[in-house]
């Protein structure tokens, strides 16, 4: 086993490098630090995590909305 560079959308994010039997991820950008130093079976299952870590990140445009409070509302 080597070590292997783990990349997403084309960036690398992370390698995993050999740990007694298995591989042990190391971030290297900040968005995937919550995998840093965890280990996987194989460089495929690091690859499927970095996809569910960064898939769980991403903040839908429509949550961003905030809503409309410029009316003012008379009381009568």
């Excluded at 990140?57 to 509302?73: E, F, G, H, K, M």
Aim: proline share 4%; charged share 25%; net charge positive.
């Amino acid at each position: 086993m080597n070590k292997q560079v783990i990349e997403f959308g084309g960036e690398a994010v992370g390698v995993v490098v050999p740990d007694a039997d298995r591989l042990k991820f190391v971030a290297v950008k900040y968005h995937v630090w919550d995998l840093d130093s965890r280990h996987f079976r194989s460089a495929d299952e690091a690859r499927v995590a970095v996809r569910q870590l960064m898939a769980a990140q991403t903040i839908r445009p429509a949550a961003l909305r905030v809503p409309d409070t410029s009316a003012v509302y008379a009381v009568a």
